[in-house]
């Protein structure tokens, strides 16, 4: 099915482990980004991606690590969880840029214990 | 002071009630608003897109933007209970060379039916 897709869909782990949540995207679109939703936040943008191997900070980037070899993937690690970092994480993909329509993923719940 | 201010809710109204979703914003450079839905445990999905101010309407739905009150609503007539969900607002501006996507914290309706 073409589209964006996550997983996994639900995580639990525990303080200091390293998570790797993996976004896919069939549309060729250029860029990517992660958020991470949480109550009273709304959406914040962690990381960016304008095309492959280029990726770029947004408002919370810190203690997250992204890379985009590929167009279609663009997995978010967390490189040592913390309980701060228990969230619901979105995926997004867009054509051109964050001003155009970005389509979501269905989002990953990651409990950090 | 967050640059999106979006009233939480929830909102109840009954089935058929005309809604109105608001969103205040700080920052006058914004340029192109959005309006996303988000149903329970999904992905946030575009509903509206305006640029600049003015009125756009799609449906039941019709999104306003005043750039001079730094205000932005959502109108639903006819409200169905399917209308059920949270309503983000989104807004973009040119950071660094690149557009950035700031939300608001999302508001819940609910419609009784």
């Known amino acids: 099915d073409a589209g964006i897709t996550q997983s996994p869909r639900y995580k639990i782990t525990e303080t200091g482990r390293q998570v790797t949540l993996m976004c896919h995207q069939t549309w060729s679109h250029s860029y990517m980004f992660w958020y991470r939703q949480d109550l009273g936040h709304g959406l914040r943008l962690i990381y960016y991606s304008a095309a492959a191997d280029i990726t770029d900070k947004g408002e919370v980037p810190d203690g997250y690590v992204v890379s985009r070899s590929k167009t279609e993937n663009f997995p978010l690690t967390l490189e040592s969880a913390t309980r701060s970092q228990t969230s619901v994480y979105f995926c997004?993909?867009?054509?051109?840029?964050?001003?155009?329509?970005?389509?979501f993923g269905p989002g990953t719940r990651l409990l950090v214990l | 002071q967050k640059e999106v201010e979006q009233d939480p809710g929830p909102l109840s109204v009954p089935e058929g009630a005309i809604v109105s979703l608001n969103c205040t914003y700080s920052n006058s450079a914004f340029q192109y608003f959005m309006w996303y839905r988000q149903y329970s445990r999904k992905g946030p999905e575009l509903l509206m897109y305006?640029?600049?101010?003015g009125n756009k309407e799609d449906g039941r739905f019709t999104a306003q933007v005043d750039k001079s009150s730094k205000y932005i609503s959502l109108f639903i007539r006819d409200s169905q209970p399917s209308d059920s969900a949270t309503y983000l607002c989104a807004m973009s501006d040119f950071v660094d060379s690149s557009y950035k996507l700031i939300f608001g914290s999302g508001t819940r309706l609910l419609v009784r039916p």
């Open positions: 997004a993909s867009s054509l051109r840029g964050a001003q155009e329509t970005q389509y």
């Open positions: 305006t640029y600049s101010s």
